[in-house]
């Protein structure tokens, strides 16, 4: 409890998280020899993109969200863009598959804020994913494969929270997770959000999916920035339990990302810090710095909140 636990985060260019079903799996959840996981981690030891990376964004002294980087300003550790690490993070999720097939998975992808699915459950699939949405030479806008099925939407939810609950790897997590998600569920309705613990397809509420629209590189662009506008202000949370995140010891661990691109790594997340999570963080894109373990795309130009445009 004294330790420090900003800097505990390492740099990543993406994470992901892939649809088990399940709230626990395997220590290691790459030991699953026939789990997406397993594939993903074949396919990227075979790209040489991890490297290390330095970060660049400073720290905010009071609940702000950090102002940008200055020169002449020391970075602090922990905290990093998506451009400065190559690294990919994988990880599996309590989501069950919106998918057809039982041998496909729906992985959401962040920071881009999105899901893709159709993700067949072997290297295949997981070549094809990486040639999609995961490379670092990839944009946000994701990279429209010739004769792939797989199917990518803007996830259509004001926030999305990880919750590690990997009880496997430290019964910390497997305990703190549930009471996490039940504060969360109801700090967030009486804030008069809707709280999600399953994902909705999203072509519900967000039409075609990016691969089906035959527009310009320019208009899928803007298409895409305005989804996210429309899910920033669609006052709806989405909670995924997930594996090891690291850091076990700073349970319960809590990830936040925004449709604008940020992610806030929290520790040492009790129910007693709900409800300032939800008010200052979620609801006014505020960030709270004894809770702070991390943070991805905090800072950004003309912005004073994580929700800011």
């Not at 609950?165 to 305990?175: E, F, L, M, Q």
């Amino acid at each position: 409890m004294d330790t420090n636990m900003l800097g505990s985060v390492k740099p990543y260019h993406r994470q992901l998280v892939i649809s088990t079903g399940k709230s626990d799996w395997e220590r290691d959840i790459t030991d699953d020899k026939q789990s997406l996981a397993a594939a993903i981690l074949e396919v990227t030891s075979n790209h040489a993109h991890n490297v290390p990376a330095s970060p660049t964004s400073p720290t905010s002294p009071k609940p702000t969200s950090p102002p940008p980087s200055t020169k002449g300003v020391r970075p602090v550790t922990g905290l990093f863009n998506t451009s400065d690490s190559t690294r990919t993070s994988v990880l599996n999720g309590s989501h069950r598959t919106v998918c057809h097939e039982d041998d496909h998975e729906a992985v959401l992808v962040f920071p881009d804020f999105k899901v893709v699915t159709e993700v067949q459950r072997s290297v295949q699939g997981a070549q094809e994913l990486w040639e999609s949405a995961v490379d670092p030479s990839v944009g946000r806008d994701g990279s429209y494969l010739e004769k792939s099925s797989l199917k990518t939407w803007i996830l259509p939810y004001s926030c999305v929270i990880l919750l590690c609950s990997h009880k496997k790897r430290d019964n910390r997590c497997g305990i703190a997770a549930p009471k996490l998600e039940h504060a969360l569920i109801k700090s967030l309705e009486a804030q008069g959000w809707d709280a999600d613990t399953q994902l909705e397809h999203p072509q519900l509420t967000m039409g075609l999916p990016l691969e089906d629209l035959n527009v310009t590189p320019e208009k899928r662009d803007e298409n895409i920035a305005a989804q996210l506008k429309q899910s920033s202000d669609s006052k709806r949370a989405l909670i995924v339990k997930v594996s090891h995140v690291g850091g076990h010891k700073y349970a319960g661990n809590c990830i936040i990302y925004t449709p604008a691109g940020s992610g806030i790594w929290y520790g040492r997340v009790t129910p007693h810090d709900v409800d300032s999570i939800v008010i200052n963080t979620i609801v006014n894109g505020l960030v709270l710095p004894p809770l702070l373990r991390g943070g991805l795309n905090l800072s950004r130009p003309n912005c004073q909140t994580l929700n800011d445009w």
